[in-house]
């Protein structure tokens, strides 16, 4: 983001901003605390994609109906180390975060913990919840599935979600290790910002519509706006050379995980339609874990070897040109602390649009 | 394979070839059996990197004490969900087998099971584990690190394994999902595959010597094996264009549950060597899991969505020039039910191979 284009604001204004503004929504005053913190801790990590930027959608979405400020949220099944809960078409992040908790307290019981959350919403970073287990001593895992934006290999159109995966598990030393990605090469923002930028597309992230990898980044985004063909590319790219049916197999494992077992809406099946066109509640589901480390191994020869493993790649020969190799999170662990020291950067614009929110709701935006 | 360089053998005699040379090497019965049916199960897949071609590499390993016959396994912990198992120093496969069965009778009590192994060797397929967990209506996980042959990003040297990833969700009609992935682009064997047909490489697949991705097959494959820098790439990739440190992020999460969490070797300390050069044991680490369906949904609901998800993304528009999608797993099914039908094909110069270990461990070959 150039200097121009940023604003420098506080975490818990922030934080506080949204939270207010959910609760003019109806939104129960945890369950708004929970969804703002969750919005802006990405920000804070540098995710702006997923950050406070996505507060218009949930406005949105809440005066629709296709969101439920206080939502029915039921458990479907119960065992002593799994959950099935029924969001009932709520904000993702409270449910998301409850269900968390839940996962990890079975772990903390029992060695391992899942549930898997159906009938839910966008619920942010997939990161922070997989993060949430490392205070816990326990490694976390998290994923979603997701709007209908990526081709599977050899097909034409979007069918699959970016459908993120995140792991986390906790170090000594070191900061821990945070991996947090979607299944697809790039988001659609990142076609967005080229859209911007008037850049053409390097080859191996999306299709146009015929099904071929792509330069031409107004047809693209055009095309998928519009239903009419083409879409992102899974990991690795086009066909089989660079192997991209990998990224579509890990990208259905996600749906099969999140929505499958669950029984939450899958593939195309997601952010449904009514006959006039209308947005219907998504019904996308999520898959939550966490296991105890010391079910394994004591914690601390555990996160002593997790810092030897993380210095060993660290300090391994460079390639020409390169001068630094990263730990998975480690870009954002370091974003994060700067947002403690300067401030978290938002796009202006998005500073902007939460002024109007603010407007619109009558929050006070003194940010 | 091209016809001429490929003969047909049928399972059974294979698989009982392959049992009672590892007999002859002290294995005992049921570890025999149990190595020689994952080898012959990689073959019947179409996998035959890691089938019966291994066979040398493991007799090879007995010989030289760098894998024991009858190890002394142990169990280091165990809880209601969890164990971490120590091999030592066996063949990968027997261990994991029942290691396998361990974790899936604990899913089958309690809902999910976990279990880890440390002090092991190459245990074959990926899938062939996860894929366990189908017949008793659980979904299956199953991981292993391995050699370092890959590059993190911005690395110029190989420290970090092919890794391999295997999810096995069970179907009603269609057959079950079964993703079994390297988390490099590509392994080391498709680089002598191209070095054999003296074909460049794809940009995308391997590094040369300072760490630029690299065209030259035979350059790329002698720096790999003298260790002179250079190696495979993760998937996605050199760099971070087509988001290549998604592939090592995936990889390192592998030496995190595999070797950090059990305390086997990981990165560069896998495969080591003494002071002369000679091979140590290879202290590799395994990691298996097994989520009971029922423990979330009904298992006949399961398997009706998992067949309409996977209708669903089949029937979807093919791109230009393309007529069929496939699901993960779906090829190697298929060549699996040709290979019962017609035979299993193997290399014939893997087949002279086995000629000649029968005779020199006095084993009768008549496939």
């Known amino acids: 983001m150039s200097k121009k284009n940023k604003v420098s604001v506080w975490e818990e204004p922030l934080e506080d901003f949204c939270t207010q503004a959910l609760r003019k929504m109806d939104v129960p005053e945890e369950d ?68 968390m908790e839940q996962a990890i307290r079975k772990a903390k019981e029992l060695g391992v913990g899942f549930a898997t959350v159906r009938n839910s919403n966008h619920y942010g970073i997939a990161g922070y919840y997989a993060m949430m287990a490392l205070e816990h001593d326990c490694i976390g895992i998290s994923m979603t599935n997701a709007s209908p934006l990526v081709t599977p290999t050899f097909g034409r159109d979007a069918i699959l979600g970016t459908n993120p995966i995140a792991v986390a598990a906790p170090a000594g030393e070191e900061p821990a290790f945070v991996l947090d990605m979607a299944t697809s090469t790039v988001p659609r923002g990142k076609l967005e910002v080229y859209k911007r930028l008037e850049k053409e597309l390097p080859l191996g992230w999306a299709t146009d519509e015929t099904g071929a990898s792509s330069t031409d980044t107004e047809r693209v985004l055009k095309n998928l706006n519009q239903h009419l063909g083409g879409g992102l590319l899974p990991l690795g790219g086009a066909g089989e050379l660079l192997r991209g049916y990998k990224g579509y197999g890990l990208s259905m494992l996600v749906d099969v995980l999140c929505a499958v077992l669950p029984g939450a809406a899958y593939a195309d099946l997601v952010y449904p339609k009514d006959e006039e066109g209308n947005p219907l509640p998504s019904a996308i589901g999520h898959f939550f874990g966490a296991w105890r480390v010391d079910a394994f191994r004591p914690v601390d020869e555990f996160e002593a070897a997790m810092d030897d493993l993380q210095q060993r790649l660290k300090n391994t020969p460079k390639a020409e040109g390169q001068n630094r190799i990263y730990i998975p999170g480690e870009k954002e662990h370091e974003e994060s602390l700067r947002s403690e020291r300067e401030g978290i950067h938002i796009n202006a614009k998005v500073a902007a649009d939460l002024g109007a929110i603010g407007e619109e709701l009558g929050v006070e935006y003194t940010l």
């Open 32 to 99: 708004a605390c929970i969804t703002a913190k969750v919005l802006v801790a990405a920000d804070k990590r540098g995710i702006n994609s997923h950050g406070v930027a996505r507060l218009r959608r949930y406005i949105n979405g809440l005066r629709s109906g296709m969101m439920i400020p206080q939502p029915d949220v039921q458990t479907v099944t119960e065992t002593p180390t799994t959950a099935l809960i029924d969001a009932g078409g709520g904000l993702g992040q409270p449910t998301s975060h409850r269900v």
